[in-house]
């Protein structure tokens, strides 16, 4: 089959990539970094007659070709919508090894794609996902996501010593968390530490990956207290790893932030947060915990690819 596919690569938080062929998908990756859409169709189709839909092996070929830390899969849910008036998508991601339950980054990216390019008429999308329903609402130049807040429970540091060691060595700890939910592990830098501590840290992957192998973690998260009264005003910082799911280290995570909004809206009693993930790439998330159980992430995007690839 020859597909050609348009790209566009919005970032927000991180990398974007979205791909749309005529009978509904996007490919859509990190938010903060590029973010690929990718508008497909088979050789000699028509507007009339829609490409065949790709398949989960060929999903999972075009992530790892594209190698970013998420590719988003958009495809429409009633055939009789377009990407233009269609309110409801399926939505699925794709890490270069395996597909996952939960991506912040391409969920923004690929609103923004049916926002920005296929000039959607719709003021709030909802995306049908492993992890529910999830909507997008445009918010002035911006765009915020509603999402499941996952709050982690303390655990005993001695249970994950070796995955601990291998991430920040002999820096003292805070605390240690668990997210059972998303298999993310919460490691808080003592509040000792300066922010200049996590920003340096130089993290194997290989190694980080070996350290654990009981299937308990498949994500590490690294946070440290912020510093709300210095400009910007960052109430917390991170750093997100998850080379169990083929990402060394991921530049900006919505799906880390579910958890982090838990842990520090309790830890600071605050509801709205600003935050800062300090990849070498970096990203500001703005974060409001809601009452229900669930937490409103913002953020924005820009595109800064547009091409084709023939598949």
């Avoid at 169709?41 to 999903?59: I, M, V």
């Avoid at 919508?81 to 690929?110: I, K, M, Q, Y």
């Avoid at 830890?267 to 809601?290: D, I, N």
């Amino acid at each position: 089959m020859s597909l050609g596919i348009e790209i566009h690569a919005p970032t927000e938080i991180c990398p974007t990539r979205v791909k749309m062929s005529e009978n509904g998908e996007i490919i859509s990756q990190s938010p903060l970094v590029p973010g690929l859409q990718l508008l497909s169709r088979a050789s000699g189709d028509t507007a009339d007659k829609p490409a065949q839909e790709l398949t989960d092996d060929l999903y999972q070929k075009i992530a790892a070709e594209m190698n970013l830390s998420e590719t988003a899969f958009i495809t429409r849910i009633n055939p009789s919508d377009s990407f233009t008036t269609g309110s409801r998508f399926r939505l699925r991601w794709f890490t270069p090894t395996t597909e996952v339950n939960l991506c912040g980054h391409a969920t923004l990216a690929s609103a923004a794609v049916l926002f920005q390019y296929k000039k959607n008429v719709n003021p709030v999308l909802v995306f049908e996902t492993r992890s529910g329903d999830l909507t997008v609402t445009q918010r002035g130049e911006g765009y915020v996501m509603d999402f499941p807040l996952n709050l982690p429970t303390q655990e005993n540091p001695s249970e994950f010593r070796d995955i601990i060691k291998a991430a920040v060595g002999n820096h003292p700890v805070e605390e240690v968390y668990l997210s059972s939910n998303t298999k993310k592990l919460l490691v808080r830098l003592d509040d000792s530490c300066d922010s200049s501590v996590l920003t340096s840290l130089k993290v194997d992957p290989i190694a980080l990956q070996r350290s654990e192998r009981s299937g308990r973690v498949t994500g590490l998260i690294l946070t440290m207290k912020g510093s709300p009264d210095c400009q910007p005003g960052y109430d917390f910082y991170s750093r997100y790893f998850a080379p169990w799911n083929g990402i060394p280290e991921d530049p900006v995570t919505g799906s880390a932030h579910t958890v982090l909004a838990a842990y520090w809206s309790e830890k600071l009693g605050k509801k709205k947060m600003l935050a800062y993930q300090c990849s070498s790439r970096g990203g500001e998330l703005e974060l409001e915990v809601r009452d229900d159980g669930r937490v409103n992430i913002a953020g924005q995007a820009v595109t800064v690819l547009q091409g084709t690839i023939t598949v």
